[in-house]
Nanobody, 125 residues
Framework: VQLQASGGGLVQAGGSLRLSCTAS????????MGWFRQTPGKEREFVAT????????YYADSVKGRFTISRDKAKNTVYLQMNSLKPEDTAVYHC???????????????????WGQGTLVTVSS
């Protein structure tokens, strides 16, 4: 299984970016794909995730209303549209996938088996 993330970059506060994560080798339909982010010295934190089959989405409180996660089944790709970006959104964003994750643990990074490389998002003030 491979996850390929792209779309990071430098943007001014208030701007937008869209991250993409394309999966290959995933055979189960019962997985969730999502995004976590990490800044130096801090633990990796949950951002958003989507259930592949149902399309149900989950968001961290810090990004609700600003970020939207979506999927394109035909392309095996998950997108994270990030609007109204803030300097505190600056981080390395990692996409991840896991199967059979129950709702109560869907924000837990240790429930995700597969990880892509990170993509850096920098928001300037």
């Amino acid at each position: 299984v491979q996850l390929q993330a792209s779309g990071g970059g430098l943007v001014q506060a208030g701007g937008s970016l869209r991250l993409s994560c394309t999966a290959s080798g995933l055979t189960s339909n019962s997985y969730a794909m999502g995004w976590f982010r990490q800044t130096p010295g801090k633990e990796r934190e949950f951002v958003a995730t989507i259930r592949w089959s149902s399309g149900h989405t989950y968001y961290a409180d810090s990004v609700k209303g600003r970020f939207t996660i979506s999927r394109d089944k035909a392309k095996n790709t998950v997108y994270l549209q990030m609007n109204s970006l803030k300097p505190e959104d600056t981080a390395v964003y990692h996409c991840a996938a896991g199967s059979g994750i129950i709702t109560s643990t869907i924000t837990s990074l240790n429930r995700y088996t597969y990880w892509g490389q990170g993509t850096l998002v920098t928001v300037s003030s």
